[in-house]
């Protein structure tokens, strides 16, 4: 059975670059993993996607190594306002649709 | 902007109780998805549809049926609403049927639900 598999909590400083790991070992060819960040009293919102290697945007980072059964978001110089908790979402990509959500990791930042 | 609407941010029924939790995206996507939220569990889909009239079971489908009359709007029915049926629900929608693994997913701001 796919899983993702995300820490439940992390914590950190303004200005520190963060890294959230997530494992997926039973990704499948056409699978996708996304990334998403929620605040308080707010639905989910979109970071970033990637298949495989490394994307880059205006907020984030995600890294994937070859296997891609494990993905890296990557925050550089987070402030106060990155508290949030950031899901791990792994979408299936064959004839049975599946969404495979991390349970999220709570990022604390501390001034 | 995509925007998702959800009915009401809070909602209390009692034991038995027929709920309706409706959704509206005014972005003319075509799938639209129900998911609850509870603490340490993260999110559940619980339904998706991906066209008028049409549904899919999600992970958790027991307890729940939905409806899908016209293309905006999605429907989250709790026949006989149960205690452990009190948690977050959250609509979103995202664009194109034909790579859901791949789609944003736009999300509504949540319904908390508390059945007594």
């Known amino acids: 059975l796919a899983k993702t598999t995300q820490p439940i909590s992390m914590d950190s400083y303004e200005g520190q670059e963060v890294n959230i790991t997530c494992s997926h070992n039973?990704?499948?060819?056409?699978?996708?993993i996304t990334w998403y960040q929620q605040f308080p009293s707010q639905g989910p919102r979109f970071i970033i996607q990637?298949?495989?290697?490394?994307v880059t945007n205006e907020v984030a980072s995600l890294f994937i190594p070859a296997d891609r059964k494990s993905s890296t978001l990557s925050l550089p110089r987070v402030s106060l306002s990155d508290t949030a908790v950031y899901y791990c979402?792994?979408?299936?990509?064959?004839?049975?649709?599946?969404?495979?959500w991390g349970a999220g990791t709570k990022l604390i930042i501390k001034p | 902007d995509v925007k998702v609407t959800q009915s009401s941010r809070y909602l209390v029924k009692r034991t038995g109780e027929k709920v309706f939790l409706e959704c509206v995206q005014d972005?003319?996507?075509?799938?639209m998805f129900w998911y609850r939220q509870d603490p340490g569990l993260g999110l559940r889909l619980i339904y998706f549809?991906?066209?008028?009239?049409?549904?899919e079971k999600g992970d958790i489908p027991e307890g729940y049926s939905v409806s899908r009359e016209k293309k905006e709007r999605f429907s989250l029915i709790l026949e006989s609403a149960s205690t452990n049926q009190t948690s977050m629900y959250l609509c979103?929608?995202?664009?194109?049927?034909?790579?859901?693994?791949?789609?944003?997913?736009?999300f509504g701001p949540g319904t908390r639900l508390t059945v007594l």
């Open positions: 979402l792994v979408g299936r990509g064959d004839s049975n649709y599946q969404l495979i």
């Open positions: 039973n990704i499948a060819t056409n699978d996708y």
């Open positions: 990637g298949y495989k290697t490394k």
């Open positions: 972005m003319d996507h075509e799938n």
């Open positions: 549809s991906y066209d008028v009239k049409m549904k």
């Open positions: 979103a929608s995202s664009l194109s049927r034909g790579r859901i693994q791949g789609d944003t997913q736009y």
